[in-house]
């Protein structure tokens, strides 16, 4: 970015950072007029048939014919008959202006307009619009501007609809897609019959649905779409909507790797593949890019990392034009995400994706959601997996409007998905399309559905498949003969086949490292650089220091911050004594200036949540909040001049979404520094599938790098068994670390895993991050005790050019005579050096810290040990049960390093728990744990 851009990026940069409206809402001039008052007279002379009208807007759903195998069980709606508001005479005249509408916005808002419809027109025209095979759910909106919004499109629009059917193009776009997806899924049950597809049948709907929204979103200028979607019918969307080539998927299914095998990647199954490229529409101005991201088979679990990749991508397209403040069609970008009824109710992290879509730091302008509703999961009926009437009620808790679609009426769901479209077009806010379908094989086709659900499939079993209903209706229409509809399966059959036919000679390519990842390295590669100079000069460190708590004038920070104030400055002038919180300031602050963006989420992620010295204050204070006005500054920000920013999102109580959604975004922009802190190490827990399932293998099944960075606080402090570990041990298990020392370490590990003890080391670590040519995950196990130990600190010098991090760090005193050589990594090694000086062995004991655990450090380790030649006995020291912690991890790697030698482990005993919640025994354990470092001596 110019310089002469940095003042129009600032003001970017306050609504990103500030007033969090990131350009997703339309302009005052905009918002939907309200009534007027000749019609608010009206409603208020005709009150009866207004609570009428407005019951049928809020009950209508109930009695819709939504079901297309009629199986839903529907009482009598007895809130849709009129008689129940006192309005019998169907005959009876009401003037409908602000009741009922029947027109255009322009003319249903003149005041002077009064028109007169009987009460049996009302009826009619009501029920033909929300008890047909579309049922709204919108009357639930707190906004009264939505509410209205959909009125006025339902019902002035149906009249429009009703005289203006569908284009023949249009029709002939829909039986061909439904055709081809049925064509497919044919094909490939008579090829490969004992293949788990997942194909479509009974819900070929869906990609009429998709095509309509991505038409309706390249003609309104969007420049890319991303989604999030699971197995059901993922394969009759990448060959038919967004090209994915038949002979890699034939080549795939017959055992074939869908990446070039010299990668060293080992690729994922069928159903997870992806695809991402450019469509063209009639009507629109350009291209749209369509990426459908790979998903792990854990359902739903890829939602909120769609949601991270769609803000990361409109904040990257913003910021390449940082004149235009609003959201330009330029960097105009819409999540879609797609689920099963069964996983859209059962999995929480639907409900945490949810919760975060209008949140600050977290709206991406709404998300598009398509329920693939099959009334069924896996083969559990639908009274049996949610406990409300729809599985898109849990949308109801953003106040989500809902259509629900049959499924065996393609153009309804045409229209509805492109009226799906303009709400969140114009709102910026999710809406649910939930579409009722069914599965016509179970859940994959070696099932036997019909063992647990007979009627239902009695049902299914006779009945004929969506494409063959349609084709009769356009048949009957006499839009389609049937030589058409066979030239139609015909062709694609036979480029089926010839694709088929190709496989023996197809070799797959790679296209890991394009767009915004060109440049970058792929970390296998003779031209990835592990060791970046991470050093930073002094003037710079300084500058950066002070920039970190520049206080505005007329700011008034809390009493307690001064201290906070003046201690860094202290330490930034003197050049000594950086605590945890600065070094991390400068670390931040040395890469804006280099010109990469940093975003740091989490809850409390702002100040902090550990406090780091007697007065009681947190350690970060990255932001300052106003005592007088709790108006927010980010001194970095303000202060600092330079192209990047940072970004501090305070995050809801969630962790597997926000987890997910800074995965998304680490997808995305190559350029940030994504970082989430969880409040204490353990909490990652609640996110542990987003690390299996995406950080720990992305790059081995999809050739995804990410730089995501995990801060998890450790360490035993008499927390209990919940606040003291950050699960190490589930870390290292899921690292692929070699178990013997081999070239490229860095080129082999899946994620980084480590335990820095001093501030040095984090500072270097981060930089590391973005200084390397390629990404890799970055798990911390952070210091909380350190945060506030003065023992624990680091200097100028120790950040300076020529300094970098160390995998190991040898003892701070010369004693290269010792008896025993303690190895731990940690925060334990502070309380053992404090004992070993009260003990007066300094001499006799070496403390040898392992600062990265993955990938193991055994050249760096042998060279260490090999100093110690008089050594007799060498320990690995933990404050962790031995079942936990680093032991299991590096028990055999440590053999391996000291060739025969035993490797003596000194810690807790196995334990059920990270640490004991009773405070005496932590204390008494520990004491032994320490204790136990100097037996003998």
């Known amino acids: ?531 970046p100079d991470t050093g930073v000069s002094e003037n710079t460190l300084k500058a950066i220091g002070k920039a970190s708590v520049a206080i505005p004038n007329g700011f008034e920070i809390h009493s307690k911050l001064q201290r906070h104030v003046k201690n860094r400055l202290s330490s930034i002038e003197s050049g000594t004594g950086l605590d945890w919180s600065t070094a991390e300031a400068l670390a931040f602050g040395s890469l804006m200036l280099e010109g990469h963006d940093i975003r740091i989420s989490g809850q409390d992620v702002g100040r902090g949540t550990f406090r780091h010295d007697r007065f009681h204050c947190f350690q970060r204070h990255a932001m300052l909040v106003n005592q007088k006005t709790e108006g927010v500054v980010v001194p970095l920000n303000e202060t600092l001049d330079s192209s990047g920013k940072l970004e501090l999102a305070n995050s809801s109580l969630s962790e597997m979404a926000v987890l997910g959604f800074e995965y998304g975004a680490s997808w995305e922009r190559p350029n940030l520094l994504p970082i989430w802190e969880a409040q204490f190490g353990d909490f990652f827990n609640g996110a542990q599938i987003i690390i299996d399932t995406f950080i720990s293998s992305s790059e081995t099944k999809w050739l995804k790098q990410s730089g995501i960075v995990m801060l998890l606080p450790h360490g035993l402090d008499g927390a209990g068994p919940e606040h003291s570990s950050s699960r190490i041990e589930r870390m290292l298990q899921l690292t692929n670390d070699r178990f013997e020392e081999g070239e490229h370490r860095f080129h082999n590990i899946n994620m980084h895993v480590v335990f820095p003890t001093t501030p040095a080391q984090y500072f270097h670590l981060l930089r590391r991050q973005m200084k390397r040519n390629f990404r890799k995950p970055l798990i911390v196990a952070g210091p909380k005790a350190l945060l506030r130990l003065s023992a624990a600190s680091s200097s100028l010098r120790d950040l300076e050019p020529g300094t970098s991090f160390q995998p190991v760090l040898r003892d701070t005193v010369d004693n290269k005579s010792a008896k025993r050589v303690i190895l731990m990594t940690g925060k334990i090694y502070y309380e053992l050096l404090k004992e070993r000086q009260a003990r007066s062995l300094d001499d006799s004991v070496a403390l040898i810290r392992v600062e990265e655990l993955a990938p193991f450090p055994f050249s760096e380790l042998r060279e260490v040990l090999g100093e110690y030649t008089q050594a007799e006995d060498i320990f690995w020291l933990q404050e962790e049960p031995r079942n936990q912690g680093a032991w299991p991890h590096v028990a055999e790697r440590l053999a391996s390093v000291v060739k025969g030698r035993p490797v003596v482990y000194k810690g807790r005993k196995e334990s059920a728990l990270p640490a004991p919640g009773i405070g005496k025994l932590y204390g008494v354990q520990q004491k032994a744990v320490i204790g136990s470092a100097f037996e003998g001596l």
């Open 1 to 531: 970015m110019q310089r002469s851009s940095t003042k129009a990026f600032r003001g970017l940069t306050r609504r990103l950072y500030h007033d969090e409206s990131f350009g997703y809402r339309k302009p005052k001039e905009f918002v939907f007029p309200d009534y007027t008052p000749a019609q608010l007279k009206n409603r208020a002379e005709n009150a009866a048939l207004l609570r009428y009208v407005d019951s049928v807007r809020l009950h209508g759903h109930r009695a819709a014919r939504i079901d297309p195998l009629d199986l839903i069980q529907r009482d009598e709606v007895a809130a849709l008959d009129p008689r129940r508001y006192g309005l019998v005479d169907d005959q009876k005249k009401y003037n409908v202006n602000g009741i009922v509408w029947t027109g255009s916005v322009q003319t249903t808002h003149r005041e002077d307009m009064d028109e007169f419809w009987t009460l049996g027109q009302v009826t009619d025209h009501l029920r033909k619009i929300y008890t047909s095979s579309i049922a709204y759910e919108y009357m639930h909106s707190p906004s009264k501007t939505e509410r209205l919004w959909f009125s006025h499109a339902l019902e002035s629009r149906h009249i429009a609809s009703t005289l203006t059917p569908l284009p023949t193009a249009s029709k002939e776009r829909i039986h061909s897609l439904l055709a081809r997806s049925e064509v497919l899924d044919n094909f490939l049950q008579l090829k490969f019959p004992n293949l788990k597809r997942y194909g479509l049948e009974g819900g070929e709907s869906m990609l009429p649905a998709l095509d309509s929204l991505f038409s309706a979103a390249a003609r309104a200028g969007l420049s890319s779409i991303i989604i999030g979607m699971p197995h059901r019918g993922r394969l009759n969307l990448l060959t038919d909507l967004l090209q994915y080539s038949p002979t890699a998927l034939f080549h795939k299914i017959k055992g074939g790797a869908e990446i070039p095998e010299d990668l060293g990647a080992e690729g994922d199954v069928l159903s997870h593949l992806a695809a991402s490229p450019s469509l063209h529409y009639d009507g629109a101005s350009g291209s749209i890019q369509v990426s459908l991201l790979p998903n792990p088979s854990h359902l739903e679990a890829v939602n909120p990392v769609a949601m991270g990749k769609t803000r990361a991508k409109q904040y990257a397209l913003l910021k390449t034009s940082p004149d235009d403040c609003n959201l330009g069609d330029k960097a105009r970008v819409m999540c879609v995400q797609l689920h099963g009824d069964a996983s859209f109710t059962g999995q929480g992290i639907v409900m945490e994706g949810m919760g975060l879509s209008n949140l600050p730091h977290y709206t991406s302008g709404g998300s598009v959601h398509l329920v693939v509703d099959n009334n069924i999961g896996y083969t559990t009926p639908a009274t049996g997996a949610r406990s409300s009437m729809y599985c898109s009620d849990v949308g109801k808790m953003i106040g989500a409007p809902v259509l629900h679609c049959n499924g065996d009426h393609p153009e309804d769901v045409v229209r509805a998905m492109e009226l799906a479209f303009q709400y969140r077009d114009y709102f910026r806010k999710d809406i649910i399309v939930d579409l009722l379908v069914y599965r016509r094989w179970g859940h994959n086709e070696l099932d036997l559905p019909n063992l647990t659900s007979p009627l239902m499939y009695e049902k299914i079993s006779s009945r004929r498949s969506v494409p063959q209903l349609y084709e009769e209706r356009l048949m009957a229409e006499g839009v389609l003969d049937p030589s058409k509809i066979a030239d139609v399966r015909n062709s694609y059959k036979a480029e089926l086949d010839d694709a088929l036919v190709k496989v023996s000679s197809y070799a797959p390519a790679a296209s890991m490292l394009q767009k915004q990842w060109a440049g970058m390295a792929w970390p296998a590669s003779s031209a990835a650089e592990p060791y």
